[in-house]
């Protein structure tokens, strides 16, 4: 039987902003059991939860300062198992996403660290003297802005942290850091858990020659936080010793029954993908991974037949994973705005984009009610980097703003207190009470059951078709069905002459008159096959 993951549809869900359970304004787990049954109604397999351990919370949860333990912000350790028993009865995965690059500087492994040169946590972290003039050790810069090295006046030394300084990076080459760090994977998959999100999962080990990095063009921003395209990154991440790490960490899973863990690449463009395909190539690696390749402001066939074409030929036996926002990046819906005719109709050109990629599919909360980027003012925002760099970095609040259930409630039913984040009345529209028949959610639902029943969609290999842009076209072909796909990534009126008679198996804004296809505006149609499109 096929693996569970392989054609599965995963569910993002960022704890802080679901669902407040205890009206002190921030999300819970145990707000996110009040809520399975919305998860379970999209027809989704897996529950990917945003970091749920102990942490100070500088980067939301993304600087650990306890690996065992659930932050008591979101319920601790009950709450924990109750979302999982409630998960589990409703035949949902759940996986966590382990930050295990890095720690926060509130973790014991680095206050202890920090003390000396000699005590048995000193070499747990990377660090290293500064140059002869003081300055750090190499020109590495920080992801969220400034050097990568910070300097501790105790020790007399820089630490590195690819991220804030208070997310100082662990140091992979101690391999009694790389036991403890596998303690942990074990103890969650001992509790029940089905897998992990493995966070910044290419930022593990860093060059032990210390080089610094070569310069390079300007990258444009993908997650609004980017400010260090200046240089190419070939020292401070992506080491070749990655490789044996991850095969551990997969020969530990294999002793569970059914578990997966999907890395987040940290790069984008054509390398991710490569990367992408060098982590799960084989059944020795990943399970899957996911880069920023699709989250970016990249919205045209030519791109999106690169990613998936390089994927493959890349990694014939690798298996990606493909979405369109996340926590990290503007939501679809805003970002690729200039494409679209109307809010709805980008929604569902995207939603039926995704559930026809072969590979697993990532939704991220809210994006099943067709969600836009929430504006907020300077005052509002929260993530470090936005706060620091201020207008040119407008940072990642914005997608992470909470979850909208009925719009006319307080904060439309996400808490009784004032949220962390706003709940603003463009978002508040969307709210999951106002989505009925003919709704975006609707839609959502009907796709994912569609791509779910569909042998073709769910398992079908990927032959891609020459059309000029903006048209993307491939067929999905399994033993029992073909599929050929064609979307109209933009605004204008398109057609596609047929050779041969099609019909529209399922589509929006498309139609077939006197075998010619016409797509309108963000129209698309799946054709049952027979349909030969000329090139
Ligand atoms: O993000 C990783 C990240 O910020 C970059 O590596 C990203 O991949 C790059 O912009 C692509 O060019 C993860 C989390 O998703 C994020 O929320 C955290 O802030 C970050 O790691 C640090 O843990």
């Known amino acids: 039987m096929q693996e569970w993951w392989r054609s599965a549809v995963i569910y993002q869900v960022y704890p802080r902003s679901y669902q407040d359970s205890t009206g002190n304004g921030v999300g819970d787990l145990a707000g996110i059991t009040q809520r399975l049954d919305h998860i379970a109604g999209l027809g989704v397999d897996c529950i990917w939860l945003s970091p749920i351990f102990a942490s100070p919370q500088a980067d939301m949860g993304y600087d650990v300062s306890d690996y065992l333990a659930v932050d008591p912000l979101f319920g601790g350790l009950a709450a924990f198992d109750a979302l999982i028993e409630g998960a589990h009865a409703r035949g949902l995965k759940v996986i966590v996403d382990q930050v295990l690059s890095h720690t926060s500087d509130q973790h014991d492994w680095f206050k202890k660290s920090r003390v000396s040169r000699d005590n048995d946590k000193a070499d747990w972290y990377v660090w290293a003297d500064p140059q002869p003039d003081g300055s750090p050790p190499t ?33 992979f080459h101690n391999p009694d850091v790389v036991d403890a760090i596998l303690e942990t994977c074990k103890f969650w998959l001992d509790r029940g858990l089905d897998g992990f999100r493995l966070d910044t999962v290419n930022y593990y080990f860093h060059d032990q020659e210390l080089r610094s990095n070569p310069p390079a063009q300007a990258a444009p921003q ?118 679209s005719v109307s809010e709805d109709s980008i929604a569902r050109l995207a939603c039926a984009m995704l559930m026809s990629f072969e590979g697993t599919i990532g939704i991220y909360q809210g994006e099943e009610l067709g969600q836009t980027e ?65 709704s975006i959610m609707a839609y959502y639902k009907e796709m994912i059951a569609y791509r779910k029943n569909s042998p073709a969609l769910s398992r079908g290999k990927t032959t891609f078709i020459s059309l000029p842009e903006p048209l993307l076209a491939f067929t999905r072909q399994s033993d029992e069905q073909t599929l050929t796909c064609i979307f109209n990534l933009s605004k204008n009126v398109h057609t596609v002459p047929l050779k ?23 129209g698309f149609a799946y054709l049952t096959h027979g349909a030969d499109i000329p090139l």
């Open 222 to 339: 993908v997650m609004a936080t980017d400010l260090y395209g200046m240089q190419n990154n070939i020292y401070n991440k992506t080491r070749p010793e990655n490789i044996a790490f991850l095969e551990r960490l997969r020969a530990l899973t294999d002793q569970y029954d059914d578990i997966m863990m999907v890395g987040e690449v940290g790069e984008m463009g054509r390398r991710s993908i490569e990367i992408m395909g060098e982590y799960t190539e084989g059944r020795e690696r990943l399970h899957m991974a996911y880069s920023f390749a699709m989250l970016g402001p990249d919205f045209n066939a030519e791109h999106f037949r690169n990613c998936i074409e390089g994927f493959q030929s890349g990694a014939p036996d690798g298996h990606p994973y493909w979405s369109f926002s996340n926590h990290d990046v503007p939501r679809q819906v805003t970002r690729w705005a200039e494409h």
């Open 139 to 171: 020109n590495w810069h920080s992801h969220f802005g400034g050097p990568a090295w910070e300097f501790d006046p105790q020790r007399g030394q820089y630490y590195l942290h690819n991220f804030l300084s208070s997310q100082p990076d662990l140091n």
């Open 374 to 438: 929430t504006e907020l003012e300077f005052e509002e925002l929260t993530d470090p980097p936005a706060i620091r760099y201020w207008p040119a970095v407008k940072g990642r609040d914005g997608c992470r703003t909470p979850m909208v259930w009925e719009k006319d409630a307080l904060n439309a039913g996400f808490s009784t207190a004032q949220p962390w984040l706003p709940v603003k009345p463009p978002q508040a529209a969307r709210a999951v009470d106002q989505q009925g028949d003919g």
């Open 500 to 522: 041969n008679a099609a019909e529209i198996a399922l589509g929006k804004a498309s139609s077939i008159t006197d075998g010619v296809l016409t797509l309108e505006g963000n």
